[in-house]
Nanobody
Framework: QVQLVESGGGLVQPGGSLRLSCAAS????????MGWYRQAPGNQRELVAS???????DYGEFVKGRFTISRDNAKNTVYLQMDSLKPEDSAVYYC?????????WGLGTQVTVSS
C-alpha cells in the first residue's frame, strides 16, 4: 500500500500562485509514476502533471507554462507549483501514484481561484 497526503490548497485570486505538496509513504524512485489530477463538479478527472521515478515529466496542455511538477526525494514529496491561476483551474486536486500494477490516490485538496 502507498499512502498519499496532499496539502497546500486554498483560495487564491486570479493570477495568483499556490504550491501543492504530496507526501508519499514510499521512496519516490520506487514508484513508477506519480502525478496530479484534478476534478471539478460534473467533469472528468483530468491529468495536470506527472513524473516518473526517473524524473521524466508530462503536463496537460492546458497548464503548460504555468504549472511545474517537482520532487524532493529526501522528503518523499512531490510538489505542484501553480502560477498564473485562472478561475477554470478551480477543482479538487488529487495526488496519484502508480506502482506494482496498482493505482493509489490521496483524498484531494481544494483549489479555488476567485476574486
Amino acid at each position: 500500500q502507498v499512502q498519499l497526503v496532499e496539502s497546500g490548497g486554498g483560495l487564491v485570486q486570479p493570477g495568483g500562485s499556490l504550491r501543492l505538496s504530496c507526501a508519499a509513504s514510499e521512496m519516490l524512485f520506487r514508484i513508477y509514476i506519480m502525478g496530479w489530477y484534478r476534478q471539478a463538479p460534473g467533469n472528468q478527472r483530468e491529468l495536470v502533471a506527472s513524473m516518473t521515478g526517473g524524473g521524466t515529466t508530462d503536463y496537460g496542455e492546458f497548464v503548460k507554462g504555468r504549472f511545474t511538477i517537482s520532487r524532493d526525494n529526501a522528503k518523499n514529496t512531490v510538489y505542484l507549483q501553480m502560477d498564473s491561476l485562472k478561475p477554470e483551474d478551480s477543482a479538487v486536486y488529487y495526488c496519484h501514484a502508480q506502482t506494482g500494477g496498482f493505482n493509489y490516490w490521496g483524498l484531494g485538496t481544494q483549489v479555488t481561484v476567485s476574486s
